[in-house]
């Protein structure tokens, strides 16, 4: 049997919600802690769609983060091609983020507003060194036509764009390191209806 390209095993994390040491001094209390994800264990393959499911505040979110590296396991372990990314070192989990992205759940949020949208697609090329210059150029041309946009939007800000273009410059941006796993944290929610359904059928369009 084929080995998950990702493998999430016994996962937890909990966020220290104690009040400051001296009011717990003075308070008598002891330390807070809220359990945000409690022994989550999924695997997902080459290819393959896994969608997460779960009600606001389950952890859905969180899981993401701690996936794609943005914040760390309290317990448990997640495997990326069979090795532990929550035994890495910094350095080597560094090396390894180029093989996977992450599109946020807010477009408007998630883009430095004041970078133009062409140096926005083309950092992580240039942050894992796979092009620059004028060849970083023709890909983030290539990325925005991909995405449904004009090669010409490079050189606009993203303030300039509604919220289902901003959404499609986030995945032309997650998609320019050449991925091989993309998580996506509820990438349609801050939209439209109409503009959601453009944005899923654009997205397993890529995929295929």
């Not at 009040?19 to 695997?43: C, G, H, M, Y």
């Not at 995405?147 to 993203?158: H, I, N, Q, R, T």
């Amino acid at each position: 049997m084929a080995e998950p390209l990702i493998r999430v095993e016994n996962l937890w994390r909990r966020f220290d919600v104690s009040k400051p040491w001296l009011n717990r001094v003075i308070e008598r209390e002891d330390r807070q802690f809220l359990t945000a994800v409690a022994d989550v264990s999924f695997e997902i393959g080459k290819g393959e769609t896994f969608a997460l499911v779960g009600e606001s505040g389950s952890g859905k979110s969180t899981i993401a983060k701690m996936i794609v590296g943005l914040i760390g396991a309290s317990q448990g372990r997640i495997l990326f091609d069979g090795q532990d990314m929550t035994a890495m070192a910094p350095a080597e989990l560094r090396a390894l983020r180029r093989r996977f992205q992450m599109i946020f759940q807010d477009p408007f949020a998630s883009l430095n507003p004041r970078w133009r949208v062409g140096d926005i697609i083309a950092e992580p090329m240039r942050t894992f060194g796979l092009a620059s210059g004028e060849e970083a150029a023709r890909e983030v041309g290539r990325l925005l036509d991909t995405v449904g946009l004009s090669a010409k939007d490079a050189e606009k800000f993203p303030h300039e764009f509604s919220g289902g273009q901003r959404q499609r410059i986030a995945i032309a941006r997650a998609l320019s390191s050449k991925p091989e796993f993309i998580v996506c944290d509820e990438p349609t929610s801050a939209l439209d209806v109409s503009v959601q359904a453009q944005i899923l059928n654009l997205m397993r369009d890529l995929q295929d």
